[in-house]
């Protein structure tokens, strides 16, 4: 693959967004908090609304999280919006208010998976890492003529490509010939600066294929209250639906987290389901004995992030 034609082309055809105009760290970060799950046009919508409320990450944190909400109103995936306020109280508290630098560090903050880690390190700080997103995988399948390439696949094209002098513009020169030239749809082939290396030219419609199972995302907020001898409050879960009878932490769609202290956050799969969730602890509750009573994994998971079990699957 040509780096240089690509990065050339980048600089020539890519689009004028607020985030790149404006690149501060902050205003990068909240760019792909939105993008995530929001499309382009709505999301520098909101982008511009939630940067003059919020022009700094301290400002933020100084506000109540329902200021937030209410910005966010409309643009769906609310949880994003309590992270995101959850992210700037941790950055204050944690770094001075200044946004850390590191792919590592970022990870490790409420709301900020591998991919929104690489791209504000990469971007915002010129960390070479590698961003792996859906442009990203349908640009790695044509060019390699893999009809399901698997996540390390992908990794590993990204990783071998990576431009180490210039990483944000790298990755964004990748992510955006996906978005506007290496499209879904309709690619169109004959204005691409990488068709030369490009092994699925021939049948690009057919690259990656479509997944058959497609899974539903739903995001989750567990508390995990912990007593004061070091025992985690358990439930019992209702007698239908998911995880029926199983006994867990708290967990639902909309748990109000104030107060509590962010763990961390767990990616699980079910066979139609992918589960975000967001793992808060607190103090209180009447504890139990976790080993004596059936957990299902996704709730070892949990137990086990917030140090209260050994028993990790
Ligand atoms: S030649 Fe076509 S299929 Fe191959 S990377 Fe370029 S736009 Fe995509």
Not at 74 to 96: K, P
Not at 209 to 236: F, M
Not at 244 to 250: Q, T
Request: charged letters at 25%; a negative charge; one cysteine or more.
């Amino acid at each position: 693959m040509n780096q240089e034609a690509l990065l050339a082309w980048y600089e020539r055809n890519k689009r004028p967004l607020p985030w790149r105009l404006d690149p501060s760290p902050w205003s990068i970060l909240l760019s792909e908090i939105l993008l995530q799950q929001t499309q382009m046009e709505r999301g520098i919508e909101y982008h511009e609304r939630l940067l003059k409320r919020f022009p700094t990450l301290s400002s933020m944190a100084e506000s109540s999280v329902d200021d937030v909400l209410l910005l966010w109103q409309g643009a769906g995936y609310y949880s994003r919006a309590r992270r995101l306020h959850a992210l700037s109280i941790e950055v204050v508290e944690a770094y001075g208010g200044v946004l850390p630098k590191t792919y590592e560090e970022l990870l490790k903050l409420p709301g900020i998976g591998p991919y929104t880690a690489a791209a504000v390190a990469s971007i915002a700080f010129s960390e070479p890492v590698a961003c792996v997103d859906g442009n990203v995988r349908r640009v790695m399948a044509r060019q390699s003529n893999q009809e399901e390439p698997t996540a390390n696949d992908v990794q590993r094209f990204a990783d071998k490509h990576l431009v180490i002098d210039s990483p944000g513009e790298w990755n964004q020169a990748m992510m955006e010939l996906g978005a506007l030239v290496c499209k879904p749809r309709n690619p169109i082939c004959d204005q691409c600066p990488v068709s030369e290396t490009c092994n699925g030219r021939t049948r690009p419609h057919e690259l990656p294929r479509p997944k058959t199972t497609k899974k539903t995302t739903v995001e989750y907020n567990c508390i995990v209250r912990i007593d004061e001898n070091g025992a985690p409050e358990l439930q019992q879960r209702p007698q239908t639906g998911l995880f029926a009878g199983l006994w867990g932490p708290e967990m639902a769609t909309d748990l109000e987290t104030n107060g509590c202290e962010f763990v961390g956050t767990i990616r699980h799969l079910l066979s139609h389901r992918e589960m975000i969730v967001s793992v808060w602890k607190t103090v209180g509750g009447n504890g139990i004995d976790p080993l004596s009573v059936a957990l299902s994994s996704l709730d070892r998971r949990i137990l086990g992030l917030v140090g209260v079990i050994d028993d990790v699957p």
